[in-house]
């Protein structure tokens, strides 16, 4: 790197790994799931209006899924109160579980769960069944083993690659308040700089120079990615 040039937002062994899971990404899944539309939080992708209930919760969820082009044979949907759900009996590898959902698979059936406390923030619902959903698809054939030392966040990685990357870097780091003051709450399984990273290097696989989706992200993720394209276009 010429040393007046851009800095990478992440570490070498980040961007190396994070470089390395794309291209792999491409070569599992195809050019033409790589170029599909990013998903944005825009009528276009999701119209109607939103209360916050479960009906609408789930309606979001089938929207990501059918994005994803998962057979909805292939997938249950659930909600639930306070703690993810423990592993249920017959389900199949490991469970998986972050702060606001959990997989697993059960009698050939991937299962998804999401923290109904997230229901009325559409973004975050979005995000959570990206993440959920993106497992079903590194894990429901056997892609990827359940085992894998880097599947969680391989699995945020894939949100990225499959479109769904505005969400999961917006919701990556989020701040609430409450009467106790306010709350920092992370969700998923890299960060915001590497979140970034990985959108600046999908939109260059994909030719964008400015892509439009990219001004949907908030202020810390769209620096990020801003560094990034600035650095990969040396």
Known sequence: MPLFG????????????????????????????????????????????????????????????????IDPAEIAVGFYD??????????????????????????????????????PDPRRVVAVAAHELCHHKLLYRGTVAPDEQDHEPLTDLATVFFGLGVFTANAAFTFSQSSRGWRRQQLGYINQPMFGYALARVAQMRGEDDPEWARHLETNPRGYFKQAARYLRG
């Open 82 to 119: 306070g703690r993810p759900p423990p592993r249920m009996p017959g389900a199949a590898g490991s469970a998986h579980s972050s702060v606001a959902g959990h997989y697993s698979v059960r009698s050939g059936l991937g299962v998804i769960a999401v923290a109904l406390e997230d229901a």
């Open 6 to 69: 851009a800095r990478s937002p992440v570490e070498d062994r980040e961007r190396l790994w994070i470089d390395k899971m794309l291209a792999w990404c491409l070569d599992e899944y195809g050019s033409e799931a790589l170029e599909a539309e990013v998903v944005t939080p825009t009528p276009r992708f999701f119209p109607g209006r939103y209360q916050g209930t479960q009906e609408d919760a789930a309606g979001l969820v089938d929207l990501v899924r059918a994005h994803l082009r």
